[in-house]
């Protein structure tokens, strides 16, 4: 046999084996492969510079019921240029807010989940057009999570699992505190929930670059480390997030004393008081009823039922507590 013979036998092997490879693929599949993916606008539009105000006014009023009116401006942004990541995001943040806080409603319609849904969709074109921003993968993670949830489907909630780790090594410092925040639902002598717990401790390690001390958490010592700058940034109070630390150590110490260790859950609440702006913070009743009542606390995030707990990811607070001005 010749080696051209030889070459055009093998060349006819391969061209079979390619086609039998494509048959097992259907017309459909490789459409669908071969579309072209969705790129961030280069530049953002005036509308939806404009829906951004809206935002930032209604998220930092605490506005709860101007949601309508700002997920509207920012549907219609976002229908405008559906290349926008920021808008995408903005418009996932409205959706997860009116899910998270429906305790303030006098009644919550089951139709409350479609947020969820809508959140973690708005959550995913944000991530696909900005993959850079490893906020918006934490946001989606806990999406993930909470509709896997809602359906009963196990492997939409390990996907949101991992990808919630994905997430914390992209940027531990805002992620540990997104990933053991949304975990904070789970039963208190759950693996989940004992992950959970370290995993704030391990948010405090990376804020102030050394392990904190369990036993005896005193942040005073701590705050001269405030930045608003760099990626340890996200770990202090900022323009996005006026109340950020007295949020953290608020539902920190919310886990501890639903974990039972309600003494060190009030060494932790007692941290919030250590920023400038505390004086300030709407939620201080809050904090402090949580101080006083500590011990009690216990049981009361530990019930079972429609009347359970009483934790901040499940209050009327659970986004206001950080970002309410």
Known sequence: MTPAKRNLIVAFVLLAAACVGLAATSYHDIAIRLAPRKHAAPTRATAAMSSDSLFWHTLH??????????????????????????????????????????ARRDSVPATITDDIILSRRYFEEAV??????????????????????????????????????DAIDAWPEFNLFTAGYVMSRMPSDSPRFRQAVEWQWQNLDQCVGTRIDRANPD????????????????CWNSWIAPHNLEGFFLNMGD????????????????NARLTKEYA??????????????????????????????????????????????
């Not at 229908?79 to 997860?96: K, Q």
């Not at 009542?293 to 530990?302: G, K, L, T």
Request: aromatic share 10%.
């Open 255 to 270: 886990m501890l004393v639903k974990s039972g260790d309600w003494r060190t859950g009030v060494r932790l609440y007692e």
């Open 128 to 165: 696909a057009l900005n993959p850079s921003d490893p906020r918006t993968l934490g946001f989606l993670a806990g999406n993930l999570l909470a509709e896997g949830n809602l359906h009963h489907d196990e492997r939409l909630t390990r996907r949101g699992y991992f990808t919630l780790l």
């Open 61 to 102: 009023s605490g506005d709860y019921d101007g949601i309508p009116r700002a997920a509207e401006a920012l549907t219609a942004a976002y229908l405008a240029t559906p290349t926008d990541p920021v808008t995408a995001a903005h418009l996932a943040w409205l959706h997860n807010w009116r899910m998270a806080e429906r």
């Open 219 to 234: 942040y005073a010592r701590y705050m001269p480390l405030e930045t608003r700058t760099g990626v340890k940034r996200v």
């Open 280 to 325: 300030t913070w709407k939620f201080r009743p809050v904090l402090e009823g949580r101080i006083a009542n500590a011990r009690e606390n216990v049981a009361r995030f530990n019930a079972k039922g429609p009347d359970r707990d009483g934790l901040m990811i499940n209050s009327a607070f659970s986004c206001m507590a950080c970002h309410q001005e």
